[in-house]
């Protein structure tokens, strides 16, 4: 991938701050907003928020379905931890600002000198507000861009509904286009928030206060009590319909999938239930579930009591529900503590993988689970065998990249590894209690890598000296690649795969024979991995004959199958795969079936074709990997 932000590029981020502002403005200017402008603490924003704090949100905001903008106001309420600081830096990027007030008793809203500095790349463009002494509060009237990369806008023709969608996905570092705020994960701040949508669709948040049902006023009232980072800030729009599952769970989704998300998500209270046994109380009030229309770039979205998932792990047999498992694994890793920079991503997702694990232990056993481990330590060694140093240590060397760019394998598998041989030198007992520990120490709060070594110093390794030692831990911390004493996971069920697999290829077991239907999706995905490059159009047909992988409604299924049929060039599968390109914006889907036909001679024009049909429909974040993969970006 393309580095956004090179050594060089961060000189040019001292930024020289453009003026906006009518001359009279200009001329009042205190030396405080003249001053440059460089990222703060953390590296991917602009924030000083050493020097005064964002503590709570106010907005106000209406969603124009036609125009696709996000416009209002937001009313951020300050700490000023240095009250000589006498600015506001708060990260935006394509944001109409209209107005800069600081509002005063009365409902009188006094004016407020602000500027906009240089765009810097993904990083947007800092905006500048003096804060006169004794100002505790800004309100920012303003609106989104509607090219904003952290919202899509689907219109009618676009969803199963037929009625127009909205949907934000924030992390790492775009709640900036579309809420100017302080967009770094190290600030947390709880919020408050009206949202004025079309009488005939719902406005859901992840927030307390999500309606049951769409009232006629089109307006909805939320409310976080919980601190948050930027990053959860999440919020949706669109002909939602809920449907209960348990006493502090449910599920929204459109009329068309609604009725299949409330069965395939039914042991969603159970989960829950799991995860307040393992690390202690779920301390987010409800957890719901939102599920997106198909073009939803990611698998799932952590937001804080409603996370977002695809609809492509609907498949009919809670065969794909992995995927909740981490995302609600993340209202304990990730939402309580949270990484406070990117580099320290491996804090969020490398503890929600092993917790991830211990959940789907508990629901489907452990040999389930060891297969699940099995793949992702496959998956692993393949990345880092391909990975720079920088980024193949736990902490990732991305201070100057683009964020996106901490979103490897890495930070997840490595991650999860890591915790996995802790728990191996010192037993379950001893690394539960210390998750649970931690988690109530660290509870609400944003911490690095350091403050958690520090913590495991004194809490795990000195009461067991002869397991673990630091020199082990700082390998796993800062050295590239997986520690010789790493413990591999082992699952004799993909030996038997293969065994079949081997057999059916050389023709010594029949297709109707594979015992397809007796494995579990892990299994089956292991079968399709393995033939990659090895099938012949003829083969392709034999096995889905049998097997009726083309029609197949499990989607990671079916995704092995139509990377198969582009290797084999097998034309029902090809013919399959343009639909899916029309409707499926799952990155992890899309990006290496564009690639895997970009890289065959009859296929990239296709494609490239087929892409700019599907564009309208995709998420601006499919569309940067989708024009990478096929090499049609611009710029
Ligand atoms: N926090 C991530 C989603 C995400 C990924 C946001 C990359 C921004 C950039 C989420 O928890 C996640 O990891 N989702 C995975 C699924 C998970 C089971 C590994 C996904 O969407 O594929
Ligand atoms: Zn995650």
Same mark, same amino acid.
């Given at each position: 991938m393309k580095r956004i932000l090179t050594g060089a590029t961060l000189v040019a981020l001292i930024l020289m701050l453009v003026a906006c502002q009518p001359e009279s403005a200009q001329q009042s200017l205190d030396p405080a907003a003249g001053q440059e402008v460089g990222t703060g603490p953390?590296?991917?924003? $602009?924030?000083e928020y050493e020097k005064v704090r964002v503590s709570h949100l106010r907005m106000d905001l209406t969603a124009d379905m036609d125009e696709h903008v996000l416009s209002g106001h937001v009313v951020l309420e300050l700490e000023? +931890? &240095? @009250?000589?600081?006498s600015r506001l830096v708060l990260d935006t990027r394509g944001l109409d600002i209209r107005d800069v007030t600081a509002p005063e008793s009365g409902g009188e809203h006094r004016p407020l000198t602000w500027r906009l500095g240089e765009e810097a790349g993904s990083l947007g463009r800092p905006l500048v507000i003096l804060l006169p002494a004794g100002v505790e509060a800004v309100r920012i009237d303003y609106a989104s861009s509607p %090219? %904003? $990369?952290?919202l899509q806008w689907l219109d009618g023709e676009q969803t199963s509904s037929g009625q127009a969608f909205m949907f934000s996905q924030?992390? @790492?570092?775009?709640?900036r286009t579309w809420v100017p705020l302080?967009? !770094? *994960?190290a600030v947390r701040y709880t919020f408050d928030a009206t949202v004025r949508v079309p009488d005939d669709l719902m406005a859901v948040m992840g927030? %307390?206060?999500?309606?049951f049902e769409r009232n006629d006023r089109g307006e909805y009232d939320f409310h976080m009590p919980e601190p948050v980072p930027s990053y959860l800030m999440a919020i949706a729009v669109g002909d939602l319909e809920f449907a209960e599952i348990g006493s502090r769970s449910g599920v929204y989704a459109e009329p068309q999938w609604i009725e299949a998300a409330a069965e395939e998500f039914d042991v969603l209270e159970e989960m829950i239930d799991i995860g307040v046994d393992l690390y202690?109380?779920?301390?987010?009030g409800r957890y719901d579930l939102l599920v997106l229309p *198909? =073009? $939803? *770039?990611?698998?799932?979205? #952590?937001? *804080?009591?409603l996370s977002f998932v695809t609809p !492509? +792990? +609907? /498949?009919? &047999?809670?065969?794909?529900l992995a995927l909740v498992a981490h995302e609600l694994a993340h209202s304990w890793s990730g939402n309580l503590v949270t990484n406070a %920079?990117?580099?320290?991503l491996w804090l969020n997702e490398g503890f929600t993988v092993y917790f991830e694990s211990r959940v789907m232990e508990a629901l489907y056993g452990e040999a389930v689970e060891r297969q699940l481990a099995v793949l992702e330590w496959r998956d692993l060694v393949e990345e880092l065998e391909n990975t720079s140093d920088g980024m193949a240590?736990?902490?990732?060397?991305?201070? &100057?990249? &683009?964020? #996106?760019?901490? $979103?490897?394998?890495v930070p997840y598998a490595k991650g999860r590894f890591f915790l996995d041989w802790i728990e191996h030198r010192v037993g379950r007992e001893a690394i539960d209690a210390f998750l649970r520990a931690y988690f109530d120490h660290f509870a609400f709060q944003s911490i690095t890598t350091i403050t958690f070594r520090d913590y495991l110093q004194a809490n795990l390794v000195a009461e067991y000296p002869d397991a673990l030692s630091m020199d082990e831990v700082d390998q796993w911390l800062y050295? @590239?690649?997986?520690? /010789?004493?790493a413990v591999a996971p082992e699952s004799d069920a993909f030996d038997r795969v293969d065994d079949w697999r081997e057999r059916w290829l050389a023709a010594?077991?029949? !297709? =109707?024979?594979?015992p397809f239907e007796q494995w579990s999706v892990y299994q089956r995905l292991h079968f399709l991995i393995g033939l990659e490059d090895s099938l012949e159009a003829e083969r392709m047909t034999a096995l889905d004959e049998a097997l009726a992988l083309t029609g197949s409604g499990n989607y990671e299924i079916l995704f092995e199958w139509l990377m198969r049929s582009i290797e084999a060039r097998y034309e029902p599968g090809i013919e399959r795969l343009e639909t899916f390109l029309l409707n499926v914006g799952r990155n992890k889907f899309t990006r290496p079936l564009y690639s895997a036909l970009a890289d065959t001679d009859w296929g990239r024009d296709w494609a490239i074709e087929v892409y700019q049909r599907a564009r309208a429909g995709y998420h601006p974040l499919t569309r940067q990997a989708s024009e990478r993969a096929l090499g049609i970006e611009e710029g």
């Open positions: 953390d590296p991917h924003s $602009f924030a000023r +931890i &240095d @009250p000589d600081h %090219a %904003a $990369f952290g924030s992390q @790492p570092h775009y709640a302080q967009d !770094t *994960p927030a %307390a206060g999500n309606a202690g109380e779920y301390r987010w *198909p =073009s $939803f *770039p990611f698998g799932g979205m #952590e937001n *804080p009591r !492509t +792990i +609907i /498949a009919g &047999d809670g065969s794909l %920079a990117w580099r320290d240590s736990l902490v990732l060397d991305v201070d &100057d990249k &683009d964020p #996106e760019q901490a $979103f490897i394998g050295e @590239p690649g997986l520690p /010789a004493f010594e077991a029949a !297709t =109707s024979d594979l």
